[in-house]
Each structure stands twice: as C-alpha cells, then as structure tokens.
C-alpha cells in the first residue's frame, strides 16, 4: 500500500497469531513490532483499533503492548468482560507520541482497580476510555451495565476492609494477643483495592453505602482509574518463550 493512504486501521481476533515465532525463526516480539510500523507507514498518526485474544495471558497481552511500543507508538490496553468466558475481549489502541501529546484530552489513562488482576495490571475499560472522552461504539446499556460492575466491586472492598479491621481490633483485645482459634479466615484485599477503598472513604465517609457511592458515579470511577504509581507499576509480563 501506499504511504499514508488509510485513515485508520481496525483489526479483529487477527493479532495474536503475531505472538509466536514464526517458521522463519522471527520472534513474536519482531514481528509485531514489523506491523505497526507498517501500519504506521500506511496511517498518518498511526490511528489503529485492534481487537485480539489473550484469553487470561497477560503476558500475550503484555507482548503486544512491547511490539508497538518497539514500533514507537503511543499504546493503550483495554480490557472487557474478562469474568464471563475463557476469552477476555482485548483492545489496543495506538497513535504517535507527537498526536496523542497534542489531542485535547492528552493523558495517560489509569489502569482499572476492577480488573487489575485478571489484566496483569496493564489494563483499562471502557469507563476508562469514556471518564477521558474517547469517543467508543460500546452500547450505553453496557457501559451503565460495567460502572455498576464498578460500584459492586467497591462496595465489596469496602466491607472486607471493614471486618478486616473488626477482626485485627477483636484480635488486639483478646487477652492472650491472637484471635480465637474458631476465627474465620478472612479473605484479603490487595493494596491497589486498599488504595481504592482508603480514597473512597475519604470521599463518602467510612460507613458509605453502596447507595452513598452511587451519589456520584463518576468520582468513584475516577478514583478507580486514577493514573498513580499503584496503575502504573512495572510488572514483567513477557515470558522467555516469548520474548526470546
């Protein structure tokens, strides 16, 4: 194709047949990284919105991310419904640096508290894309459908963070300093979903409700996606097999 001739590219569920090596002997890594180049040569702004299956590999997902990062483009991953089938639904979205640094809504987008684990913490959503005004096709009931998602999921940390604390007090007082031996396992939060409830009680009060936090849906999500360090920690993702 000529230079510059396309607008923009879309692909699906074709990608990850990328991320092996090939009968050539060429690595995964190289070779996506050889295709958005090209699509980098045929798009102006390397505009491309592609879908592919990772199913829960995270370190596939995380291989596409480095094969376009290698081509020098800006990369956004996004994940969708990865709690309703052995095949997540993985997006990828790229531009040059230099277009997205001048989009009027240029930032670096939080990865999801939600899906944190299942997406390796390199992901995030569609209420994601949309708290950042990206433009998506995503039907509205869907998108209502997920930021409940959201709100469930928060008000669940919310309440195992709270016998969590009602069991380390029970603990402290019990007169031979550990708990009872009839004491429940509890289950545990991790530190991005502590994070996440610390803030939310800082913004609704430590006794809020799921009925409090859907006062306003758009500062919980905001502080589900918030670009700190907690979403953007480094993690490797890409395997030797892979990345050899």
């Given at each position: 194709?000529r ?20 009968a ?9 990284a050889?295709?958005?180049?090209e ?14 299956h ?145 803030r ?10 799921l ?7 758009r ?26």
């Amino acid at each position: 194709f000529r230079t510059a001739v396309f607008d923009r590219a879309l692909s699906v569920s074709t990608i990850q047949h990328l991320c092996t090596t090939s009968a050539a002997g060429v690595p995964g890594r190289q070779r996506l990284a050889g295709m958005f180049r090209e699509v980098a040569r045929v798009v102006p702004g390397a505009f491309s919105s592609m879908q592919f299956h990772a199913a829960k590999d995270v370190a596939l997902a995380g291989l596409v991310r480095q094969g376009a990062q290698d081509a020098g483009l800006h990369v956004d991953l996004i994940m969708d419904q990865p709690y309703h089938s052995d095949s997540a639904r993985w997006f990828i979205r790229t531009s040059t640096p230099a277009v997205n640094a001048a989009a009027p809504a240029a930032v670096v987008l939080g990865t999801c508290a939600l899906f944190d684990e299942c997406s390796g913490g390199q992901a995030t959503c569609i209420c994601g894309l949309h708290l950042q005004q990206v433009h998506t096709l995503v039907p509205a009931d869907h998108t209502e459908w997920l930021a409940l998602l959201h709100l469930r999921a928060v008000h669940r940390w919310l309440r195992l963070a709270r016998r969590s604390q009602k069991h380390s007090t029970d603990t402290l007082h019990n007169e031979k300093g550990r708990a009872a031996s009839n004491s429940p396992v509890l289950e545990e939060i991790t530190p991005r979903q502590a994070h996440v409830v610390e803030r939310v009680q800082a913004r609704f009060g430590n006794d809020c409700t799921l009925d409090d936090i859907k006062t306003d849906v758009r500062a919980v999500l905001d502080i589900m996606h918030a670009p700190d360090e907690a979403a953007h920690r480094v993690r490797g993702l890409v395997s030797e097999s892979f990345s050899s």
